[in-house]
């Protein structure tokens, strides 16, 4: 396989897994493209009549969602590396087969495997003529089973089309009970965090990250931007809202087979200290993320699988 020589290896682009290969198979005209996207990395790109989308197989990535007409969904680093075994900053993360730390070996990478391998293509297909949807497959390897010695398959689908609608499902191909925690780290575009208010985890707990951990009570009031926010709520099964005034718009995010929604916004002196992560990019964003994390871990009996869903949709503000 030729490549220029500044071009980094993209583990995703073994045989009949880059750009040129999978455009053969895969490609139609403008509406399903494969080429080298940021770092070299294998980008697709999908193009619906109502949004595009931009993704990594490296992670299978979102790196953007985008209405016509409207600003882009998400948030996405200026500084961001973009290279195999590292992290893209912003878009949608992929975090299995454990969110966060929550990992016994100190030395276990921060939220898993998954947002770091490359994923392998399955299949790129219309839903309707408004929607076009994508699936790709990740499957444990000799190479993590140093940090997670178990057997699964994960499958992430993403649907383009008026809504972004993304499914990830955990199948336990071993013999053995298999334990993981997870979440769709989606990061969100806004106009100005401090006049964002985040609706629907009022009444439930979270667990305070930025406190130790510590266990607190939402109260009645919605979920507002003054500082440093790192919650992992949970019992919580329920859409929210973030109300952005600035951008003049609603991002509603629906979900299904998740226990728990983290909150996470670094704010000014954390943002500083991640050179992935650029100085004023904090006041622009805020994660809202689909999780099963901390007490609502998952088991999977042999054989058993999982799904969790998220879909998010923009309402334009009046
Ligand atoms: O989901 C919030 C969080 O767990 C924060 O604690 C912060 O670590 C963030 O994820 C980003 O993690 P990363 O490893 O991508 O820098």
Redesign the pocket.
């Given at each position: 396989m030729s490549r220029s020589p500044d071009m980094p290896h993209d583990p995703a682009q073994t045989a009949g897994n880059d750009p040129t290969s999978l455009q053969q198979r895969f490609g139609r005209g403008d509406a399903i493209r494969f080429d080298h996207g940021p770092g070299g990395l294998t980008r697709l790109r999908l193009s619906t009549p109502t949004a595009n989308l931009e993704m990594l197989l490296h992670g299978a990535h979102v790196l953007q969602y985008q209405l016509l007409g409207q600003e882009p969904l998400l948030f996405l680093s200026r500084c961001s590396e973009y290279s195999p075994g590292k992290?893209v900053?912003g878009g949608v993360?992929i975090c299995l087969p454990w969110f966060?730390g929550e990992h016994d070996d100190p030395r276990a990478p921060?939220?898993g495997l998954a947002r770091t391998r490359p994923w392998q293509v399955v299949a790129i297909e219309s839903v309707d003529e408004q929607t076009l949807q994508a699936s790709f497959a990740l499957t444990s390897d000799e190479a993590g089973r140093a940090f997670y010695p178990h057997d699964y398959e994960a499958r992430f689908t993403v649907r383009v089309g008026p809504a972004l609608h993304m499914a990830l499902r955990m199948r336990n191909t071993g013999d053995s009970p298999l334990r993981f925690s997870e979440?769709l780290?989606t990061y969100l575009r806004v106009g100005d965090i401090h006049r964002v208010t985040l609706r629907g985890l009022e009444g439930a707990e979270y667990l305070d990250?930025t406190a130790g951990f510590e266990r607190r009570p939402q109260g009645d009031q919605p979920v507002t931007f003054s500082g440093e926010t790192?919650r992992v709520y949970l019992h919580t099964r329920a859409a929210c809202v973030v109300e952005d005034p600035a951008l003049r718009r609603r991002i509603v995010i629906d979900k299904s087979g998740s226990d728990a929604t983290?909150v996470?916004n670094?704010w000014r002196q954390r943002a500083a200290a991640?050179a992935d992560f650029d100085d004023d990019g904090w006041r622009t964003m805020v994660?809202v993320?689909t999780a099963n994390a901390a007490e609502h871990a998952v088991t999977l009996p042999p054989g058993a699988e999982h799904e969790m869903t998220a879909t998010l949709r923009v309402e334009r503000l009046a």
């Open positions: 992290p900053r993360p966060g921060m939220h979440a780290h990250k790192d983290v996470w670094p991640m994660c993320e």
